[in-house]
């Protein structure tokens, strides 16, 4: 299913980048030449992605002894910076163009390529939408936010077009700024969206906590999963990586148990496993226990 999506993807992409391209060439927008870098880039990124989703469902072996889970955040990591980049190049460009005079462009067949562009662009956002979750793939959600966000930029660029091949008289010396200014409120618009995803790509990469409403649910259920584990405290360390998240426990035990075989201590520790097996699989879940308290904090 995952695999479906990405090849929808990587269609839609190759579609939309020549499309966009070859009315760029057509009308002389910026804007639309943009919208087709932006399409070009997500398939090449999206070829890329077919290639870590089947990485990350690779087994630990001896190079990556913890398993593929964070070829998905780097892979995040790599695309939001790649965007970030055409976006910044994009708008050093349109605002090259404004003291240049600006750029003449065909806006009754550039509002043809809007529409075909934002219908496109809304269709593959909702069937990959229903495949993010069915499947629950980061990768897939992704993808289907960019979509999106692409289908509501070409449905503002549509509505702009539109009003400039209605009313481009009424511009006058204006009309020539129209296109530059439309990338600039463009880039402005969809840069938050990477700088985000950038960021919560960057955590995970760098090992760093989950967000603080998925600690407390864990640290809820294992607090509940050591109701009859003879431990007197203990703390936990979680880290999310892609989809996988890891957890490190560490269980201060009671005095009278000190003497307890290890194989009790494997029957504790698949007890408290089995009972966590909602967050995480057996090789992501690392239990000590100890008689050391300095070993807890």
């Known amino acids: 299913m995952e695999a479906r999506g990405l090849w929808l993807s990587i269609s839609g992409c190759l579609f939309m980048a020549a499309l966009g391209f070859g009315f760029a060439h057509w009308t ?80 009754g067949r550039a509002t043809i390529y809007a529409a075909i562009a934002s219908t496109g662009c809304l269709a593959v956002y909702l069937v990959l939408r229903r495949i993010a979750k069915q499947t629950g793939s980061s990768l897939i959600e992704v993808d289907s936010f960019a979509w999106m966000m692409d289908g509501v930029l070409s449905g503002v660029v549509l509505i702009a077009f539109t009003l400039v091949w209605q009313f481009g008289d009424a511009l006058g010396d204006w009309l020539p700024f129209v296109d530059s200014w439309m990338v600039i409120a463009m880039v402005i618009l969809m840069l938050p969206v990477p700088i985000r995803i950038l960021y919560r790509n960057l955590l995970e990469v760098l090992l760093a906590a989950p967000p603080i409403g998925v600690q407390r649910t864990i640290r809820r259920a294992f607090r509940d999963a050591m109701h009859d584990i003879p431990g007197r405290d203990w703390s936990l360390s979680i880290t999310k990586t892609g989809r996988s998240i890891y957890l490190h426990a560490r269980i201060l035990i009671d005095e009278d148990r000190y003497a307890a075989s290890i194989e009790q201590a494997d029957v504790w520790r698949e007890l408290i496993t089995e009972r966590m097996a909602e967050f995480v699989a057996e090789q992501e879940f690392d239990v000590v226990f100890t008689t050391d308290a300095t070993y807890i904090g």
């Open 28 to 107: 002389g927008s910026a804007a639309i030449f943009l919208d087709g870098v932006f399409s070009l880039v997500s398939f090449v990124m999206s070829l890329i992605m077919l290639i870590v989703s089947k990485l990350i469902r690779r087994s630990a072996d001896r190079r990556f002894p913890f398993g593929y889970a964070s070829f998905e955040p780097a892979f995040n990591v790599l695309q939001s910076m790649v965007i970030v980049g055409v976006m910044l190049m994009a708008l050093s460009s349109a605002v090259a163009a404004l003291y240049q005079g600006g750029r003449t462009l065909d806006a």
